[in-house]
């Protein structure tokens, strides 16, 4: 089930046709439809579309964090066996 939502949250752009700060006035508060998966927002901005980017970001913050303490543990890892 991981790898389905990592792929849908990483190629979104490509197959997902409203952007994530498009406003549509039409469809301020409308519920989950076909044009509008998970509906929309107060502003008339698609749920889904937020959702999907709302993921790609939290991805993009977890692999930073951790490429940043595998560099930290290989150095303190690296130290240590000097020392």
Request: proline content about 0%.
């Given at each position: 089930i991981f790898v389905p939502?990592?792929?849908a949250v990483s190629t979104y752009s490509l197959w997902w046709p409203f952007s994530p700060n498009a406003i549509d006035l039409r469809a301020i508060n409308k519920g989950p439809s076909a044009i509008?998966?998970?509906g929309s927002d107060g502003v008339?901005?698609?749920v889904m579309a937020?959702?999907?980017q709302g993921g790609r970001i939290s991805l993009l913050v977890a692999v930073c964090s951790v490429a940043?303490?595998?560099v930290i543990g290989f150095l303190v890892g690296a130290v240590a066996s000097f020392g």
């Open positions: 939502i990592l792929l509008h998966w998970l008339g901005r698609d937020r959702l999907l940043i303490s595998i």
